[in-house]
């Protein structure tokens, strides 16, 4: 009995997260009281970035066993984020293109249980976000991405490859390689006039500066549209 008691708890930790109150139970919506909340605030949308802006490419690497975890996130190669935050990217990428560059995403929006995962396999605060806080991946409010060169769709060169734990990947590493430093620096200054902020340890990751009031959400791809 005490063994089957154990092995239902194992079995869905992510469950026994959400489901069990504690002093500071992190607000997670459903599907369900997501579409409340954009009733009363259409701002809180999650736009699918792929239609918004046409011209951006989606290499969504948790789609694919190529990422940190070498398993398989998410079932479908889908980038979404929350209406003033696609709206942003949208007039960023409109710059970076008078610059023969575009946008490429690896991440964006990422449903909850991605981040509850993320935890029971890294299990250091310091490499992903505590499931007690979630992250701004969760909120819709945070964008993963690099630049390519619009015509041959090549990565422009940056500091290391995505998700990379190494001290290079910080936002103000030291960069020998001109051409490394001049793509770093166009992204990050770019980025920042629209209202993104780079990660201080991932020169990839954008936290999107107006996003309060826009909740943690637990709706994976497949449910939305
Ligand atoms: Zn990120």
């Known amino acids: 009995m005490k063994l089957i008691v154990v092995t239902i708890f194992l079995g ?3 469950l026994s997260l959400v489901s069990q109150p504690t002093e500071n139970k992190l607000k997670v919506l459903d599907r369900k009281t997501y579409e409340l909340s954009i009733q009363k605030n259409p ?13 951006i490419l989606l290499d969504i690497k948790y789609a694919t ?3 940190f975890t070498k398993q398989v996130i998410y079932k479908e190669a889908k980038a979404f984020a929350r209406k003033p935050v696609a709206e942003a990217l949208r007039k960023a990428n409109l ?6 560059y575009s946008i490429k995403i690896f991440d964006a929006y990422r449903p909850y249980r991605a981040t509850v995962k993320f935890f029971e396999i890294v299990g250091d605060t310091r490499y992903v976000a505590s499931p007690k806080t979630g992250s701004r ?9 690099t630049l390519v060169d619009q015509k ?7 500091p290391t490859e995505y998700d990379s734990f190494r001290k290079e990947a ?7 390689d001109p051409e490394i430093l001049k793509s770093r620096t166009i992204l990050i200054s770019t980025l920042k ?3 993104f902020r780079v990660n201080k340890t991932e020169w990839w990751h954008y936290d999107f500066l107006e996003c309060s009031g826009f909740e943690v959400l637990d709706i994976p791809f497949e449910e939305l549209e």
């Open 152 to 158: 041959t769709k090549k990565e422009l060169p940056m």
């Open 43 to 55: 701002n809180k949308e999650l736009i699918n970035l792929e239609k918004k802006i046409p011209e």
């Open 137 to 145: 991946h969760n909120k819709g409010c945070a964008i993963d991405l």
């Open 95 to 100: 710059e970076f293109l008078q610059l023969g």
């Open 65 to 67: 066993p190529d990422n």
């Open 12 to 14: 869905f930790p992510f």
């Open 170 to 176: 910080w936002a103000e590493s030291t960069v020998t």
């Open 193 to 195: 006039q629209y209202g």
